[in-house]
């Protein structure tokens, strides 16, 4: 198989691609919102709502990708990333519910939006490829837009002690030295991408960097819904799509 020979790391490659999506992240006014201190009840609500089936999803496909796994540290990695979600990741939930003025409980039974549902489906789709490469490059923007998004609100000062979503903004923030998990999960799938792409062949890379954009796009969807209250057209026709 032929080796990259690039001297550009391929992580460095796929954030540069990404910079465009990322810098719409950051100018998306459910985001702004979160820095200012404001945003709506209805779109608390929907995000959190969404986030919850989302990433309930996520720790099935987790789960599936151990299985796939023979080197006992890798499977440590999204163990230890189940566990993140399933134990801590609930955190940012309860802040959201807080401020809006709901109980967190009554947020756990929606059903995936269409863009949630995308998302899912695009994530069993780079499982079934059955690369490591294109499984890890689908799932990398979902813990690294976070980590840019609080890095930048913590550069500009966002975290304030009046902001009502500090705590929100310190809990993703890589610096936090009260949880390094975050940037230590971060840098390894990083290094983990880095350690695939050294010895994938240019059509493998293309694929991959492919799952990492339409992730980092789905990424910035995720607020757009959120923000909008997006749902089915035709929901009522549609029916519950967990069923």
Known sequence: MEKRRDVMLFSKELISSATPIMTAIHQHPFVQGIGDGFVEDAALISYVEQDYRYLTEFIKIYAGVVTKLNDRL???????????????????????CDIAGVKYESLQHAQPSPKAYLYESHMHRAVQTGSILNILCAFQPCPWTYSEIADKLVKEHKNSNDNPFKEWIEFYHTNQSQSPEEKTFTEKFFNWIDKLAANASPKELKTAKKFFLISCELEFEFWEQAFYQQNWRFANLIGNTNE
């Open 74 to 96: 890798e499977m440590k990695y999204f163990t230890n990333s189940m566990d993140f979600i399933l134990n801590s990741e609930s955190h940012p939930h309860h802040i959201f």
